[in-house]
Structure formats: structure tokens, C-alpha cells
């Protein structure tokens, strides 16, 4: 505790342990991207499942080098060549085709010159018996082992387990996702604003546009006025979901409802306040199975807050192994004042390869947000970073 706040640290541990498990299905695979697989993933084929040619040409003995062959027949993928190969005889193959029985390489049909049935090598030939031929088996076997439970499911890995014999994968499912903005002062974005005292609602397509780069089923309802009813009604319509995430209301003032909304549709709070800035009047609360989040209202607050919170929550719902920003560590262009007892989240910019402050650090100043490359994190009660000393950031720009 620090000042009646909790530490970060501790909130994210605090909110991540409110994750029930939540019980495995079944997707088509095109349906699975970004999701984890909820049992190992076991072959139920051998790929290959006989010897294929690699290229396009013909399948000989390796004893019969360096020919000439009398051509007996056909193997294209997907239609073997039923015969077997004799002394002196050849099939047309290509890439794909099972090899035909006795046959053990392939010569690839720019090393040879066909007349009709003739067959005659006019290049090197194959370097070896078994030459250009995908043994049975050789990517991997029936029964083999190709996953484990937890791992993040990918074009690659889809692809892998095609091949493998499944269409279907087990899989932890999507989380889904409320977003409700509150506030009466709010418009939704590119519409016309009544009057001064209106803004236009930049967080809840901020939320839904950082949720994107995670799979998850998101709702985003109508703008929610300051109205305590509205406000519980509409948590209560989203109970099914598994986190409500709320921007506004969170603060002490007379219009700040989050918490009394809550509990007028028998939610309850877990904690509510973190040692940090900006996103001091972070809540974290329950309505029968949904975990809800409440967010500051300031924009910069919103986004600090969903980023070292939020998706965090929702990257243990998906079981993925690692949940926190990377935290990395770079030299101090300029001097970060000493800190007081809010751990800080300092909007910085690369500059010759050291991170200063961008001027505008208030919580609400969208457009040094926008120019930050990173957060610089400092430490509650840190004294002040000198230019050359070492500072903690997380980047927010890929590459930064
Ligand atoms: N007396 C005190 N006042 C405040 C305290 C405090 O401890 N004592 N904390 C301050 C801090 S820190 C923050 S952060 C804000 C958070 O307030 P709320 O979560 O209650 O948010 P609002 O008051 O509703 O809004 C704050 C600010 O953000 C704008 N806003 C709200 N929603 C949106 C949205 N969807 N898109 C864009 N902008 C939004 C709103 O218009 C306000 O300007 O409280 C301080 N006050
Ligand atoms: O700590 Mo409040 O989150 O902006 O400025």
C-alpha cells in the first residue's frame, strides 16, 4: 500500500486471479487464429503417408543408372501408378505422386530426353538411390506429438494440423468483451457536437482497437449517460459477459457512478485505486461470473490503464504464457524529476537514442500520446534519473 493505494503489481496479480478457467471448445481451424490449443495436438496421420516424388520427372531403379528406360506408365498426385517398376523401366511421375513400387529415385525430366516409350539420360541423373523422394513419414508420424497444450495457434500451426488429420481444433474460447463509455458530455466519433461542453468519445474505439490485436467477441453499446439507473441496467445487460470494461465515473465526483451502479445490480468491488499516473481511480470489481474493469475517463488514462491491465486479463483468459508489457531498459536523454508515491508512466520520445519527456504529460493529452514511442516507468519514491542513467520503458511503437 502506498497513500491507501495498492501497488500495481499487486492489482494485476489481484485482477488476473479473478480468471476462472473457463471450459475448452471445439472450432473449425479457420475459426482458431490467435487462440491457444486446450489439449496437446497429436497426429492423426503419417505425412507422408507413402513415398512421394519431390520433382517432376521419372521413377527408375537406382540400379538401371544411367538407363536407357522404356516408360510403362503414369504416377501424378493423387493418382498412383498401379504397376510395379522392373528392370529397365521407368514411370512418368510428378511432384506430389506416389513413387511407384519398385522404383527407389527419381530423375527430374530436364537430365532426360523421351522419344515415345525411350527413355535416355542426357544430364547427370540422380546423385543416389532415393533422390528426389519424400519418404513415408519423414515430416512427421501417426501418433507423433506435434503441440502442446497452451501453445498460440497460428497460420503455421492451422497448417500443421490440417495436415495432421484435424479440422477441428480444442481450443480456450474467445473471450467476450463489454465496452461501456459513460459520460454526459460524450458524442460518438465524427458526429456533430452540440455544444463546447461536448466532447467526442475517443475511448471506447480506442479499447476496441487495442482489443483487436486479440481474439475476442466484443460489444460496444450505445454511449452511457451520467445516470446511475442507465448505468446499472447496462452492466446488468452484459453480466453474461466475461469482462465489462467501463471508461468514465471511476473518480470521487458526484457524477462518478461505476461504483454505485455496481452495486445496485449486486456487483461487488474487489479493489478499487492504484499507485500510478496516469490511472489512479482504477476499479476492479465482480457481477456474477463477468469481471468489470473500470477505467479512469481521461483518455491517456484509459489507454495506460488497458494496456498494463486490461490486456494482460484478457491474454490469461486466452492462456497465453506470457501476459505482462516487456519492460526493457534504455538511457536517459534528459533528467526525469524525482517520484513521488504513484509509480509513473512517463510519455516519451526517442531522441539520438535516449528517451525524453514529451512535454504535454497530461492524462488527457491525446496528441503526445500519439507522438510517444515509449512509456518510461518510474518507480515509486525513485530520485531523479540524470541524462546517461539507465531508465525502465515499455515501447509503444513497434521496433521503438
Ligand atoms: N477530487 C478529485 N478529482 C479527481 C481525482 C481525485 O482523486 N480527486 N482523480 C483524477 C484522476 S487521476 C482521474 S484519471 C480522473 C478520472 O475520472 P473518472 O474516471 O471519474 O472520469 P470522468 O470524470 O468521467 O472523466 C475524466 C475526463 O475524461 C473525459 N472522458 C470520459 N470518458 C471519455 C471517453 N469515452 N472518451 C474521451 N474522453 C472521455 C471526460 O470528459 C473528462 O475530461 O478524475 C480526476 N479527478
Ligand atoms: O491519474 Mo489520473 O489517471 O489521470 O490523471
Redesign the pocket.
Given at each position: 500500500m502506498a497513500g491507501g493505494l495498492i501497488a500495481l503489481d499487486e492489482a494485476r496479480d489481484r485482477l488476473l486471479a479473478l480468471a476462472d478457467p473457463r471450459p475448452a471448445i471445439s472450432l473449425p481451424l479457420v475459426e482458431t487464429t490467435g487462440l491457444t490449443l486446450a489439449e496437446p495436438l497429436v497426429s492423426l496421420r503419417s505425412q507422408p503417408a507413402a513415398d512421394l516424388s519431390a520433382m517432376d520427372g521419372y521413377a527408375v531403379r537406382g540400379a538401371d543408372l544411367p538407363g536407357p528406360w522404356r516408360v510403362i506408365g503414369e504416377s501424378a498426385a493423387g493418382r498412383p501408378f498401379a504397376g510395379a517398376i522392373g528392370p529397365g523401366e521407368a514411370a512418368r511421375i510428378s511432384t506430389g505422386a506416389t513413387v511407384p513400387a519398385g522404383a527407389d529415385c527419381v530423375v527430374v525430366q530436364e537430365d532426360v530426353a523421351r522419344d515415345g516409350e525411350r527413355l535416355t539420360l542426357t544430364g547427370d541423373g540422380p546423385a543416389a538411390p532415393g533422390a528426389h523422394i519424400r519418404r513415408a513419414g519423414h515430416d512427421f508420424a501417426h501418433g507423433a506429438l506435434l503441440a502442446e497444450a497452451g501453445a498460440v495457434i497460428d497460420a503455421r500451426l492451422i497448417a500443421l494440423a490440417a495436415m495432421a488429420g484435424h479440422g477441428n481444433l480444442r481450443v480456450l474460447p474467445r473471450p467476450r468483451i463489454a465496452i461501456l463509455?459513460?459520460?454526459d458530455?460524450?458524442v460518438p466519433p465524427g458526429e456533430a457536437l452540440p455544444s463546447p461542453a461536448h466532447?467526442?468519445?475517443?475511448?471506447?474505439v480506442?479499447l476496441a482497437s487495442l482489443l483487436s490485436a486479440l481474439p475476442c467477441d466484443l460489444a460496444v453499446p450505445p454511449?452511457l449517460p451520467?445516470d446511475r439507473a442507465t448505468i446499472a441496467a447496462a452492466l446488468d445487460a452484459h453480466r453474461q459477459a466475461d469482462v465489462i470494461v467501463t471508461?468514465?465515473?471511476?473518480?470521487?465526483?458526484d457524477?462518478?457512478l461505476?461504483q454505485p451502479a455496481l452495486a445496485d445490480c449486486g456487483g461487488t468491488v474487489d479493489f478499487w485505486r492504484i499507485a500510478m499516473?496516469?490511472?489512479?481511480?482504477v476499479m476492479v470489481g465482480r457481477l456474477g461470473e463477468a469481471i468489470v474493469l473500470?477505467?479512469?475517463?481521461?483518455?491517456v488514462?484509459?489507454y495506460v490503464t488497458a494496456t498494463l491491465l486490461l490486456l494482460p486479463l484478457v491474454r490469461r483468459m486466452l492462456g497465453y504464457p506470457s501476459l505482462a508489457p516487456i519492460i526493457s531498459q534504455a538511457i536517459a536523454g534528459e533528467t526525469f524529476p524525482a517520484n513521488g508515491l504513484r509509480q509513473d508512466f512517463v510519455r516519451a520520445r526517442w531522441q539520438d537514442g535516449r528517451l525524453v519527456r514529451l512535454g504535454n504529460q497530461d492524462?488527457?493529452a491525446l496528441l503526445a500520446l500519439h507522438q510517444a514511442d515509449a512509456l518510461v516507468v518510474r518507480p515509486i519514491s525513485a530520485s531523479a534519473a540524470e541524462p546517461g542513467d539507465p531508465v525502465d520503458y515499455i515501447a509503444l511503437r513497434q521496433g521503438s
Amino acid at each position: 500500500m502506498a497513500g491507501g493505494l495498492i501497488a500495481l503489481d499487486e492489482a494485476r496479480d489481484r485482477l488476473l486471479a479473478l480468471a476462472d478457467p473457463r471450459p475448452a471448445i471445439s472450432l473449425p481451424l479457420v475459426e482458431t487464429t490467435g487462440l491457444t490449443l486446450a489439449e496437446p495436438l497429436v497426429s492423426l496421420r503419417s505425412q507422408p503417408a507413402a513415398d512421394l516424388s519431390a520433382m517432376d520427372g521419372y521413377a527408375v531403379r537406382g540400379a538401371d543408372l544411367p538407363g536407357p528406360w522404356r516408360v510403362i506408365g503414369e504416377s501424378a498426385a493423387g493418382r498412383p501408378f498401379a504397376g510395379a517398376i522392373g528392370p529397365g523401366e521407368a514411370a512418368r511421375i510428378s511432384t506430389g505422386a506416389t513413387v511407384p513400387a519398385g522404383a527407389d529415385c527419381v530423375v527430374v525430366q530436364e537430365d532426360v530426353a523421351r522419344d515415345g516409350e525411350r527413355l535416355t539420360l542426357t544430364g547427370d541423373g540422380p546423385a543416389a538411390p532415393g533422390a528426389h523422394i519424400r519418404r513415408a513419414g519423414h515430416d512427421f508420424a501417426h501418433g507423433a506429438l506435434l503441440a502442446e497444450a497452451g501453445a498460440v495457434i497460428d497460420a503455421r500451426l492451422i497448417a500443421l494440423a490440417a495436415m495432421a488429420g484435424h479440422g477441428n481444433l480444442r481450443v480456450l474460447p474467445r473471450p467476450r468483451i463489454a465496452i461501456l463509455s459513460t459520460g454526459d458530455e460524450l458524442v460518438p466519433p465524427g458526429e456533430a457536437l452540440p455544444s463546447p461542453a461536448h466532447i467526442p468519445a475517443s475511448n471506447g474505439v480506442m479499447l476496441a482497437s487495442l482489443l483487436s490485436a486479440l481474439p475476442c467477441d466484443l460489444a460496444v453499446p450505445p454511449l452511457l449517460p451520467d445516470d446511475r439507473a442507465t448505468i446499472a441496467a447496462a452492466l446488468d445487460a452484459h453480466r453474461q459477459a466475461d469482462v465489462i470494461v467501463t471508461t468514465g465515473g471511476a473518480s470521487v465526483g458526484d457524477h462518478d457512478l461505476i461504483q454505485p451502479a455496481l452495486a445496485d445490480c449486486g456487483g461487488t468491488v474487489d479493489f478499487w485505486r492504484i499507485a500510478m499516473r496516469p490511472g489512479k481511480p482504477v476499479m476492479v470489481g465482480r457481477l456474477g461470473e463477468a469481471i468489470v474493469l473500470g477505467l479512469p475517463g481521461n483518455p491517456v488514462s484509459a489507454y495506460v490503464t488497458a494496456t498494463l491491465l486490461l490486456l494482460p486479463l484478457v491474454r490469461r483468459m486466452l492462456g497465453y504464457p506470457s501476459l505482462a508489457p516487456i519492460i526493457s531498459q534504455a538511457i536517459a536523454g534528459e533528467t526525469f524529476p524525482a517520484n513521488g508515491l504513484r509509480q509513473d508512466f512517463v510519455r516519451a520520445r526517442w531522441q539520438d537514442g535516449r528517451l525524453v519527456r514529451l512535454g504535454n504529460q497530461d492524462s488527457g493529452a491525446l496528441l503526445a500520446l500519439h507522438q510517444a514511442d515509449a512509456l518510461v516507468v518510474r518507480p515509486i519514491s525513485a530520485s531523479a534519473a540524470e541524462p546517461g542513467d539507465p531508465v525502465d520503458y515499455i515501447a509503444l511503437r513497434q521496433g521503438s
